[in-house]
C-alpha cells in the first residue's frame, strides 16, 4: 500500500472528470466539483489532466505515505502541512515513505485537490474513477474514505526532472462577490420580465443546503408565467433550476439525470472552477452571456492547460 488513511476528513473522495455515456441509463456522471482544478494538479506532476485524484471537502483527512512519489495539491486552502511544516499548493512537491499529510482547517475555497505522480491504482467503472457515493458506484468502494483505508499508487514517478519549476500561481482567489456567466435557457420563456430581470438584478446567498447534487440559493424569488413544473428533461451541469417557490437551485457533479423543474439558465463551464469552491454565506450574482463567449472561455482555459504542458515539455528537453 501507497497511502494509509488515519483520518478521513469530512468528505474525501476519488474523482475524475466524471462517468460519461451513461445518463440515458439513469447513471449520473459524478467527476470532480472543480474540474480545472484538479487539471494542474495533474499537469504539475506530468499527469493526463483527467487523471483521478482526490477531492477534499471543507476538512482534510489525515494520510501517512507508505512509497515515496511527488503529489501536488490545489484547490481551496484547507491548511495543509507535511510532517508539521505547511505544504505549498499548486506545485510539485515531493513526499517520502513515513510523511504525514494533515489538513489543518478551511482558510478559503471549500474543496482541495490531491493529485499524485502516476496517479492512483482504482480500477475503472464504466469508463470512469469518479465516485458516486449514492449509488456506491466508481472511487475506492464506491463511498467517501473512511479511517483505516489503504490505497496505492498505480505508476509513482519518485523522480521528477525540474520539479523547483512545477509550480503556479494560486488559481482560486477568494471575493466578496462571485460573478457567474451563464446562457439563458433552455426554459426562459418560462419566466416573467421581471422574473428574469430579478435573476440577473439580485445577490444571491449560497445556503446551508450545498453539496455535489446542488447548491441552494437564498434571495429574491424569481417569478414565473406558470408556475415551475415541467415534464422531465436532462440535467447539465451549471444548469440554474427554479422550482415554484422561485429560490434558484445550481446544479452540480452528482446532479440527477433528469429533472422536472424549470431551468432558467446554465453556468458556463469556465466558471465551474467557481461553483467547486463556494460554501455557504458565499455572494453570487449572475452575468448573461452569448454562446460564443462561452466557446472562447472554454478555447482560452483550454489554450492554459496547453501552455503549462508546453513548457513541461520544453524544460525536459523533449
Known amino acids: 500500500m501507497s497511502i494509509r488513511v488515519i483520518q478521513p476528513g469530512v468528505q474525501t473522495t476519488v474523482q475524475d472528470l466524471g ?25 504539475l506532476l506530468g499527469n493526463d489532466p483527467g487523471e483521478a485524484a482526490l477531492e477534499i471537502t471543507i476538512m482534510g483527512p489525515q494520510l501517512v505515505f507508505d512509497e515515496t512519489n511527488y503529489i501536488a495539491l490545489t484547490g481551496g486552502d484547507l491548511g495543509a502541512s507535511l510532517d508539521g511544516k505547511p505544504m505549498p499548493r499548486y506545485q510539485a512537491v515531493k513526499v517520502q515513505a513515513g510523511q504525514t499529510l494533515r489538513f489543518l482547517g478551511l ?45 496505492s499508487f498505480r505508476d509513482p514517478k519518485p523522480d521528477l526532472l525540474f ?74 451541469f451549471g444548469a440554474v433550476q427554479v422550482p415554484t417557490a422561485g429560490k434558484p437551485i445550481i446544479m452540480a457533479a452528482d446532479r440527477q439525470t433528469t429533472g422536472g423543474y424549470t431551468k432558467i439558465a446554465t453556468v458556463i463551464s469556465a466558471d465551474f472552477r467557481i461553483l467547486g469552491q463556494l460554501r455557504g454565506g458565499d455572494k453570487v450574482h449572475f452575468v448573461p452571456v452569448t454562446v460564443e463567449h462561452a466557446q472562447t472561455s472554454m478555447m482560452l482555459e483550454q489554450n492554459y492547460y496547453n501552455m503549462i504542458t508546453d513548457f513541461l515539455k520544453r524544460d525536459r528537453g523533449l
Open 19 to 43: 462517468r460519461f455515456g451513461y445518463q440515458q441509463f439513469g447513471v449520473p456522471v459524478a467527476g470532480a466539483m472543480d474540474p480545472r482544478s484538479m487539471k494542474l494538479a495533474n499537469l
Open 107 to 151: 482558510r478559503n475555497g471549500c474543496r482541495a485537490y490531491l493529485a499524485f505522480a502516476g496517479g492512483l491504482d482504482i480500477p475503472p467503472v464504466m469508463g470512469s474513477r469518479s465516485t458516486y457515493m449514492k449509488a456506491k458506484i466508481g472511487g475506492f468502494k464506491g463511498r467517501k474514505l473512511e479511517a483505516g483505508d489503504e490505497l
Open 163 to 236: 520539479p523547483e519549476r512545477r509550480k503556479l500561481g494560486a488559481d482560486f482567489v477568494p471575493q466578496k462577490q462571485y460573478d457567474l456567466r451563464v446562457i439563458l435557457g433552455p426554459q426562459d420563456d418560462h419566466f416573467t420580465e421581471e422574473g428574469l430581470q430579478t435573476f440577473f438584478r439580485e445577490v444571491y446567498t449560497v445556503s446551508a443546503e450545498f453539496d455535489r447534487m446542488g447548491i441552494r440559493l437564498d434571495g429574491a424569488v424569481i417569478e414565473h408565467k406558470n408556475g415551475g413544473d415541467i415534464i422531465s428533461d436532462g440535467i447539465a
